[in-house]
């Protein structure tokens, strides 16, 4: 094995020799495994170090996940439900049948007479209907919005004072 001497400055010299003693190796096998190093990793010393791609694609596979986990979340507690109450206005769902067989054992229980009992049913008709008006109103009146990053969401066209009137009318009639 022939020997050639390199040209560096003392102090360059002196770091080598520290390193080479540091991991134990002599300056040869020091020098070598470096160069490869360069080499394998497609790096350069003139360069700065960027992150390699492995460790970029990682992070970004990460960010990735979590972005996924914050649009289930808010398609779990937002999105679905609110939903899941159109469909079940659109379907016509206002009152469980339950809760109408309690109000006749109520009436029933109190023995009121039978044209107390149809002119209730009479006005409790007059309400559903007026109801069900004013959800055909709203619901004329939303717009499905796309967005490219996550679920679509639904938007109400109607202004606030408009509103406002429906929430306090529906507030009177229940």
Do not use: C, H, W
Request: charged share 35%.
């Amino acid at each position: 094995m022939s020997k050639s001497r390199l040209q560096l400055k003392a102090n360059t010299a002196k770091r080598f020799r520290e390193f080479s003693k540091k991991n134990n190796s002599n300056q040869s096998e020091t020098l070598d495994l470096i160069l490869d190093f360069f080499e394998k990793n497609n790096l350069s010393p003139f360069e700065t170090l960027v992150p390699s791609k492995v460790s970029l694609e990682q992070l970004i596979k990460k960010r990735i996940d979590a972005v996924i986990a914050i649009l289930k979340n808010i398609e779990k507690t937002q999105t679905k439900p609110g939903l899941l109450m159109l469909e079940l206005l659109m379907e016509g769902r206002s009152v469980p049948k339950v809760e109408v067989a309690k109000r006749e054992k109520i009436s029933v229980s109190n023995e009121k007479s039978l044209g107390q009992m149809k002119s209730e049913i009479t006005r409790l008709e007059k309400i559903v209907k007026a109801t069900n008006k004013d959800l055909e109103y709203l619901l004329d009146n939303v717009e499905i919005k796309s967005t490219p990053f996550g679920p679509d969401y639904l938007k109400l066209n109607i202004p606030r004072s408009e509103l406002e009137r429906v929430k306090i009318t529906f507030k009177r009639r229940s």
